[in-house]
């Protein structure tokens, strides 16, 4: 069974603050994939990341950095100086290779960004 | 490139009616999704098609709710008779294969609220 643990449901910070997200993700299997997801007020669910199970180097792309940690089976999301329009629900989500599987979230963490 | 297209975006209806939403996924994208996503909650898969095939309908409430998937690009959900319950947003993807190795892209969802 997969399962995806986001235990932040929600959080505030000021414009300029660096916010990290947290993600804890459980699976028996060896070969799998994980992702982030940004889904802002207007509900449409945004890919921003997707990694495989084989490849821990941390990913930088501009004020996001993705931290992939599989002794701790943690893959966290960090946002270097927010903006406001961060302001989303951002979803942590995995699957596992195998054709059966389905991609299973986490519960979302709220990230309110004030000016 | 035009992304997952759906419509309605929005539908009010009172229970028992029946209500069907529609989806268009990327072009070339051989697998489409239906997930429904309650308040506060990440996704949850309903019905996976592989090209005019659904391979994964476990989660679909078969008794209310049905799919299809004509000519393996276009697909409908429906829901007949319409619950209190199934007030949701109804999130159409689609990937360029199953497995886990694709990413899926998700469109802007259709938010229905049951009177």
């Known amino acids: 069974a997969q399962k995806v643990t986001q235990a932040q449901t929600e959080i505030s910070v000021v414009e300029k603050e660096d916010v990290t997200l947290d993600c804890v993700y459980e699976?028996?299997?060896?070969?799998?994939?994980l992702f982030w997801y940004k889904q802002p007020p207007s509900g449409e669910l945004v890919f921003l990341i997707r990694r495989n199970s084989f490849d821990e180097q941390n990913e930088i792309s501009g004020r996001y950095s993705w931290n992939f940690q599989k002794s701790t089976s943690s893959f966290n999301f960090t946002i270097t100086a927010s903006q406001v329009v961060d302001s989303a629900v951002y979803f942590c989500a995995l699957i596992s290779h195998s054709g059966y599987s389905t991609l299973t979230f986490g519960k979302g963490t709220m990230l309110l960004v004030s000016p | 490139e035009a992304g997952v297209v759906q419509s309605p975006r929005y539908k009010i209806i009172e229970k028992k009616q029946p209500v069907a939403f529609w989806c268009n996924p990327i072009?070339?994208?051989?697998?489409l999704y239906w997930y429904r996503q309650n308040l506060g909650q990440g996704p949850e898969l309903l019905i996976r098609y592989e090209n005019e095939e659904a391979v994964d309908d476990s989660q679909l409430p078969k008794d209310r709710f049905s799919a299809e998937r004509l000519k393996g690009v276009d697909s409908t959900l429906k829901i007949q008779p319409a619950e209190l319950g199934d007030s949701a947003v109804y999130l159409c993807?689609?990937?360029?294969?199953?497995?886990?190795?694709?990413?899926?892209?998700f469109g802007p969802g259709t938010r229905l609220t049951v009177l």
């Open positions: 699976t028996r299997d060896t070969t799998y994939y």
């Open positions: 072009s070339g994208h051989n697998t």
């Open positions: 993807a689609s990937s360029l294969a199953g497995g886990g190795a694709d990413t899926q892209y």
